[in-house]
Protein backbone atom coordinates (compact mmCIF):
# COMPACT_ATOMS: atom_id res chain seq x y z
CA UNK A 1 0.00 0.00 0.00
CA UNK A 2 0.72 3.57 -0.53
CA UNK A 3 0.26 7.05 0.34
CA UNK A 4 -0.70 8.22 -3.05
CA UNK A 5 -4.33 8.39 -3.62
CA UNK A 6 -6.34 6.27 -6.14
CA UNK A 7 -9.86 6.86 -5.50
CA UNK A 8 -11.20 9.70 -3.94
CA UNK A 9 -14.60 10.64 -2.70
CA UNK A 10 -15.39 14.58 -2.05
CA UNK A 11 -18.48 15.16 -0.48
CA UNK A 12 -20.14 12.42 -2.46
CA UNK A 13 -23.62 12.06 -2.08
CA UNK A 14 -26.42 9.69 -3.53
CA UNK A 15 -30.33 10.05 -3.33
CA UNK A 16 -32.97 8.10 -4.69
CA UNK A 17 -36.07 9.36 -5.45
CA UNK A 18 -38.86 8.03 -4.24
CA UNK A 19 -42.63 7.97 -4.91
CA UNK A 20 -44.48 10.98 -3.22
CA UNK A 21 -41.77 13.16 -4.28
CA UNK A 22 -39.43 11.93 -1.65
CA UNK A 23 -36.05 11.19 -1.64
CA UNK A 24 -34.11 8.70 0.16
CA UNK A 25 -30.69 9.38 1.44
CA UNK A 26 -28.56 6.76 0.77
CA UNK A 27 -25.63 8.00 0.84
CA UNK A 28 -24.65 11.06 2.61
CA UNK A 29 -21.38 13.71 2.48
CA UNK A 30 -19.24 10.75 2.36
CA UNK A 31 -15.08 12.08 2.53
CA UNK A 32 -12.83 9.24 1.77
CA UNK A 33 -9.38 8.30 0.19
CA UNK A 34 -8.70 5.29 -0.94
CA UNK A 35 -5.13 4.65 -1.77
CA UNK A 36 -3.48 2.82 -4.48
CA UNK A 37 -2.77 -1.04 -3.28
CA UNK A 38 -4.78 -0.77 -0.42
CA UNK A 39 -7.68 -3.10 0.57
CA UNK A 40 -9.88 -0.91 2.56
CA UNK A 41 -13.08 -2.63 4.31
CA UNK A 42 -16.23 -1.46 4.31
CA UNK A 43 -18.36 -2.32 6.92
CA UNK A 44 -22.17 -1.56 8.48
CA UNK A 45 -25.51 -3.18 8.63
CA UNK A 46 -27.30 -3.86 5.40
CA UNK A 47 -29.11 -0.61 4.04
CA UNK A 48 -26.59 1.41 5.76
CA UNK A 49 -25.40 2.81 2.19
CA UNK A 50 -22.51 0.87 1.64
CA UNK A 51 -23.22 -0.86 -1.75
CA UNK A 52 -24.86 2.69 -2.71
CA UNK A 53 -21.41 4.36 -2.05
CA UNK A 54 -19.38 1.06 -3.34
CA UNK A 55 -21.13 0.87 -6.57
CA UNK A 56 -20.67 5.07 -6.92
CA UNK A 57 -17.13 5.09 -6.24
CA UNK A 58 -16.96 2.84 -9.54
CA UNK A 59 -19.45 4.48 -11.71
CA UNK A 60 -22.38 2.29 -11.57
CA UNK A 61 -24.31 5.28 -9.87
CA UNK A 62 -23.78 9.11 -10.34
CA UNK A 63 -23.34 11.21 -7.64
CA UNK A 64 -26.48 13.24 -6.90
CA UNK A 65 -23.67 15.54 -5.02
CA UNK A 66 -19.66 15.89 -4.81
CA UNK A 67 -17.09 14.58 -6.96
CA UNK A 68 -15.14 11.38 -7.58
CA UNK A 69 -11.77 11.62 -8.36
CA UNK A 70 -10.15 9.19 -10.38
CA UNK A 71 -5.86 9.26 -10.08
CA UNK A 72 -6.08 12.95 -9.57
CA UNK A 73 -8.27 13.46 -12.11
CA UNK A 74 -12.49 14.07 -11.76
CA UNK A 75 -14.53 11.53 -13.71
CA UNK A 76 -17.53 12.93 -15.06
CA UNK A 77 -20.27 10.36 -14.89
CA UNK A 78 -22.96 12.05 -16.89
CA UNK A 79 -20.42 12.00 -19.84
CA UNK A 80 -20.68 8.76 -21.96
CA UNK A 81 -17.12 8.74 -23.06
CA UNK A 82 -15.90 9.18 -19.47
CA UNK A 83 -17.77 6.67 -18.03
CA UNK A 84 -16.97 3.90 -21.09
CA UNK A 85 -12.92 4.88 -20.07
CA UNK A 86 -13.69 4.76 -16.12
CA UNK A 87 -15.37 1.21 -16.41
CA UNK A 88 -12.08 0.06 -17.74
CA UNK A 89 -10.38 0.89 -14.74
CA UNK A 90 -12.90 0.55 -12.40
CA UNK A 91 -14.94 -3.12 -11.84
CA UNK A 92 -17.04 -4.97 -9.09
CA UNK A 93 -17.35 -8.34 -7.97
CA UNK A 94 -20.91 -8.87 -6.73
CA UNK A 95 -22.41 -11.03 -4.09
CA UNK A 96 -23.95 -13.73 -5.99
CA UNK A 97 -22.31 -15.49 -8.37
CA UNK A 98 -25.21 -17.28 -9.70
CA UNK A 99 -27.64 -14.15 -10.15
CA UNK A 100 -24.72 -12.58 -11.81
CA UNK A 101 -23.91 -14.51 -14.50
CA UNK A 102 -26.03 -15.27 -17.46
CA UNK A 103 -27.31 -18.98 -17.01
CA UNK A 104 -27.63 -19.04 -20.66
CA UNK A 105 -23.69 -18.45 -21.48
CA UNK A 106 -21.20 -20.57 -21.22
CA UNK A 107 -18.37 -19.79 -19.10
CA UNK A 108 -16.00 -18.68 -22.15
CA UNK A 109 -18.33 -16.65 -23.16
CA UNK A 110 -18.92 -14.78 -19.85
CA UNK A 111 -15.05 -14.42 -19.06
CA UNK A 112 -14.89 -12.59 -22.38
CA UNK A 113 -18.08 -10.45 -22.44
CA UNK A 114 -15.67 -7.25 -21.50
CA UNK A 115 -13.31 -8.14 -24.10
CA UNK A 116 -16.20 -7.85 -26.66
CA UNK A 117 -17.47 -4.91 -25.26
CA UNK A 118 -14.14 -2.97 -25.41
CA UNK A 119 -12.97 -4.25 -28.93
CA UNK A 120 -10.60 -6.67 -28.43
CA UNK A 121 -9.79 -8.91 -31.00
CA UNK A 122 -10.85 -12.71 -30.57
CA UNK A 123 -7.40 -13.90 -30.72
CA UNK A 124 -6.67 -12.09 -28.20
CA UNK A 125 -10.08 -12.66 -26.33
CA UNK A 126 -9.19 -16.82 -26.28
CA UNK A 127 -5.50 -16.24 -25.10
CA UNK A 128 -6.91 -13.55 -22.29
CA UNK A 129 -10.01 -15.98 -21.45
CA UNK A 130 -7.57 -18.84 -21.27
CA UNK A 131 -5.20 -17.06 -18.99
CA UNK A 132 -7.60 -15.48 -16.30
CA UNK A 133 -8.89 -18.85 -16.02
CA UNK A 134 -5.26 -20.40 -14.84
CA UNK A 135 -5.40 -17.12 -12.87
CA UNK A 136 -9.08 -18.03 -10.87
CA UNK A 137 -8.36 -21.22 -10.98
CA UNK A 138 -10.85 -22.72 -13.36
CA UNK A 139 -8.79 -25.65 -15.39
CA UNK A 140 -9.33 -24.89 -18.93
CA UNK A 141 -11.47 -27.55 -19.92
CA UNK A 142 -14.19 -26.57 -18.03
CA UNK A 143 -14.46 -23.25 -19.99
CA UNK A 144 -17.43 -23.95 -22.03
CA UNK A 145 -19.50 -25.13 -19.54
CA UNK A 146 -22.24 -23.29 -18.38
CA UNK A 147 -22.93 -21.95 -14.71
CA UNK A 148 -25.04 -24.55 -13.09
CA UNK A 149 -22.13 -26.95 -13.68
CA UNK A 150 -20.30 -25.05 -11.35
CA UNK A 151 -19.85 -24.78 -7.81
CA UNK A 152 -20.60 -21.83 -6.07
CA UNK A 153 -17.09 -21.26 -5.32
CA UNK A 154 -15.95 -21.84 -8.74
CA UNK A 155 -18.86 -19.96 -10.10
CA UNK A 156 -17.51 -16.60 -8.07
CA UNK A 157 -13.99 -17.48 -9.79
CA UNK A 158 -15.78 -16.68 -12.98
CA UNK A 159 -16.99 -13.57 -11.64
CA UNK A 160 -13.44 -12.27 -10.38
CA UNK A 161 -11.92 -13.66 -13.79
CA UNK A 162 -14.89 -11.69 -15.80
CA UNK A 163 -14.52 -8.35 -13.65
CA UNK A 164 -10.30 -8.55 -14.00
CA UNK A 165 -10.91 -9.62 -17.92
CA UNK A 166 -10.37 -5.43 -18.45
CA UNK A 167 -7.12 -5.17 -16.32
CA UNK A 168 -8.93 -2.60 -13.95
CA UNK A 169 -7.01 -1.08 -11.39
CA UNK A 170 -9.70 -0.39 -8.71
CA UNK A 171 -11.62 -3.15 -7.82
CA UNK A 172 -15.07 -3.08 -5.75
CA UNK A 173 -15.66 -6.32 -3.88
CA UNK A 174 -19.47 -6.17 -3.18
CA UNK A 175 -20.11 -8.73 -0.25
CA UNK A 176 -17.76 -11.35 -2.43
CA UNK A 177 -17.62 -13.89 -0.10
CA UNK A 178 -21.04 -13.69 1.98
CA UNK A 179 -23.20 -16.14 -0.26
CA UNK A 180 -20.54 -19.00 0.26
CA UNK A 181 -19.35 -21.34 2.66
CA UNK A 182 -17.24 -21.14 5.24
CA UNK A 183 -14.38 -23.06 3.73
CA UNK A 184 -14.81 -21.50 0.64
CA UNK A 185 -14.93 -18.13 1.81
CA UNK A 186 -11.30 -18.47 2.69
CA UNK A 187 -10.38 -19.59 -0.71
CA UNK A 188 -12.19 -17.01 -2.37
CA UNK A 189 -10.35 -14.54 -0.08
CA UNK A 190 -6.63 -15.65 -0.87
CA UNK A 191 -7.75 -16.10 -4.32
CA UNK A 192 -8.72 -12.03 -4.60
CA UNK A 193 -5.28 -11.59 -1.88
CA UNK A 194 -2.90 -13.11 -4.58
CA UNK A 195 -4.54 -11.39 -7.95
CA UNK A 196 -4.01 -8.16 -5.84
CA UNK A 197 -0.33 -8.69 -4.94
CA UNK A 198 0.27 -10.05 -8.80
CA UNK A 199 -1.75 -7.17 -10.29
CA UNK A 200 -1.27 -4.44 -8.25
CA UNK A 201 -5.08 -4.32 -7.89
CA UNK A 202 -6.55 -1.72 -5.44
CA UNK A 203 -9.97 -2.69 -3.34
CA UNK A 204 -13.25 -1.68 -1.71
CA UNK A 205 -14.55 -5.01 0.08
CA UNK A 206 -17.61 -4.14 1.02
CA UNK A 207 -19.17 -6.56 3.79
CA UNK A 208 -21.13 -6.65 6.50
CA UNK A 209 -19.21 -9.67 8.20
CA UNK A 210 -16.51 -8.03 10.67
CA UNK A 211 -15.02 -11.52 11.00
CA UNK A 212 -13.95 -12.17 7.29
CA UNK A 213 -13.33 -8.03 6.93
CA UNK A 214 -10.43 -7.56 9.40
CA UNK A 215 -7.91 -9.80 7.59
CA UNK A 216 -8.08 -8.68 4.03
CA UNK A 217 -8.48 -4.93 4.76
CA UNK A 218 -5.16 -2.18 5.14
CA UNK A 219 -8.08 -0.19 7.10
CA UNK A 220 -11.59 -0.28 7.77
CA UNK A 221 -14.39 2.20 7.36
CA UNK A 222 -17.55 1.78 9.11
CA UNK A 223 -20.80 3.32 7.59
CA UNK A 224 -24.05 3.65 9.68
CA UNK A 225 -27.40 5.59 7.80
CA UNK A 226 -25.38 6.93 4.81
CA UNK A 227 -22.45 8.52 6.83
CA UNK A 228 -19.06 7.24 7.58
CA UNK A 229 -19.21 7.08 11.62
CA UNK A 230 -15.15 5.82 11.76
CA UNK A 231 -12.08 4.78 9.90
CA UNK A 232 -9.18 3.57 10.83
CA UNK A 233 -6.38 0.84 10.12
CA UNK A 234 -8.01 -2.42 11.05
CA UNK A 235 -5.08 -3.28 13.77
CA UNK A 236 -6.30 0.68 15.61
CA UNK A 237 -9.98 -0.16 15.16
CA UNK A 238 -10.03 -3.77 16.47
CA UNK A 239 -7.84 -2.80 19.11
CA UNK A 240 -9.00 0.72 20.12
CA UNK A 241 -12.51 1.27 19.34
CA UNK A 242 -14.07 4.61 19.48
CA UNK A 243 -17.29 4.83 17.68
CA UNK A 244 -20.51 3.52 20.31
CA UNK A 245 -21.72 1.84 16.67
CA UNK A 246 -18.61 0.45 15.59
CA UNK A 247 -18.14 -0.97 19.00
CA UNK A 248 -21.40 -2.37 19.05
CA UNK A 249 -20.39 -4.29 15.86
CA UNK A 250 -17.04 -5.79 16.60
CA UNK A 251 -19.11 -6.87 20.07
CA UNK A 252 -20.45 -8.99 17.78
CA UNK A 253 -18.30 -10.49 16.55
CA UNK A 254 -17.33 -14.59 17.41
CA UNK A 255 -14.03 -15.32 19.07
CA UNK A 256 -12.47 -18.78 17.88
CA UNK A 257 -11.61 -19.48 21.31
CA UNK A 258 -15.01 -20.86 22.94
CA UNK A 259 -13.80 -20.00 26.39
CA UNK A 260 -13.18 -16.46 25.65
CA UNK A 261 -16.62 -16.23 23.56
CA UNK A 262 -18.61 -17.25 26.69
CA UNK A 263 -16.73 -14.90 28.46
CA UNK A 264 -17.35 -11.97 26.28
CA UNK A 265 -19.95 -8.95 26.76
CA UNK A 266 -22.25 -8.61 23.93
CA UNK A 267 -23.70 -4.92 23.33
CA UNK A 268 -26.76 -5.03 21.87
CA UNK A 269 -28.14 -2.04 19.54
CA UNK A 270 -32.08 -1.61 21.04
CA UNK A 271 -34.39 -0.60 17.85
CA UNK A 272 -34.25 -1.00 14.25
CA UNK A 273 -32.12 1.19 11.63
CA UNK A 274 -34.08 4.56 10.99
CA UNK A 275 -34.92 5.19 7.72
CA UNK A 276 -32.93 6.72 5.51
CA UNK A 277 -36.04 8.77 3.80
CA UNK A 278 -36.63 10.34 7.49
CA UNK A 279 -33.38 10.25 9.25
CA UNK A 280 -33.33 11.31 12.77
CA UNK A 281 -32.22 15.47 13.72
CA UNK A 282 -28.36 15.53 15.15
CA UNK A 283 -26.44 12.51 15.01
CA UNK A 284 -28.48 9.46 12.89
CA UNK A 285 -27.06 6.83 15.22
CA UNK A 286 -28.96 8.95 18.43
CA UNK A 287 -32.18 7.17 18.17
CA UNK A 288 -29.94 3.34 19.17
CA UNK A 289 -27.13 5.25 21.02
CA UNK A 290 -26.96 4.39 24.67
CA UNK A 291 -24.64 7.47 24.83
CA UNK A 292 -26.81 9.84 23.56
CA UNK A 293 -27.52 13.00 24.78
CA UNK A 294 -29.37 16.16 24.20
CA UNK A 295 -26.39 17.89 22.11
CA UNK A 296 -26.35 14.37 19.96
CA UNK A 297 -30.02 14.75 18.98
CA UNK A 298 -29.48 18.41 18.47
CA UNK A 299 -26.34 18.41 15.62
CA UNK A 300 -24.74 16.15 13.68
CA UNK A 301 -21.22 15.43 14.24
CA UNK A 302 -18.52 15.19 11.90
CA UNK A 303 -16.05 13.12 11.26
CA UNK A 304 -12.60 14.33 12.87
CA UNK A 305 -9.17 12.64 13.50
CA UNK A 306 -9.17 11.65 17.20
CA UNK A 307 -5.94 9.78 17.15
CA UNK A 308 -3.41 9.82 13.84
CA UNK A 309 -4.91 8.46 11.06
CA UNK A 310 -7.89 7.36 13.36
CA UNK A 311 -10.99 9.12 12.01
CA UNK A 312 -14.25 9.46 13.77
CA UNK A 313 -17.74 11.20 14.18
CA UNK A 314 -18.87 11.02 17.59
CA UNK A 315 -19.61 14.32 19.99
CA UNK A 316 -18.69 12.06 22.96
CA UNK A 317 -15.13 11.25 21.69
CA UNK A 318 -14.45 14.66 20.65
CA UNK A 319 -15.40 15.83 24.42
CA UNK A 320 -12.79 13.31 25.44
CA UNK A 321 -10.23 14.77 22.83
FE1 LIG B 1 -23.87 8.35 20.37
FE2 LIG B 1 -23.92 10.98 20.58
FE3 LIG B 1 -21.72 9.79 19.69
FE4 LIG B 1 -23.92 9.89 18.18
S1 LIG B 1 -22.69 11.61 18.84
S2 LIG B 1 -22.62 8.14 18.52
S3 LIG B 1 -25.52 9.67 19.70
S4 LIG B 1 -22.62 9.60 21.74
Not at 74 to 83: G, I, T, Y
Not at 167 to 181: G, N, T
Not at 299 to 313: D, M, N
Amino acid sequence: MTDEVLVRAEHICKYFKIGGGRMLHAVEDVNLDIHRGETLGLVGESGCGKSTLGRTLMGIYQPTKGKLIYDGKPVDLSNKKDRFAFAKKAQIVFQDPYASLDPRMTAKKIIAEPLRAFGVPPQEQEERVRALARQVGIPEEFLDRYPHQFSGGQRQRIGIARSLAVKPKFVVCDEAVSALDVSIQSQIINLLKDLKDQQNLTYLFITHDLSVVKHISNRIAVMYLGSMVELATSDELYANTLHPYSKALLSAVPIPDPKLEAQKKRQIIEGDVPSPINKPKGCAFSSRCPLACDKCRQSAPTLKEAAPGHFVACHLVEAQG
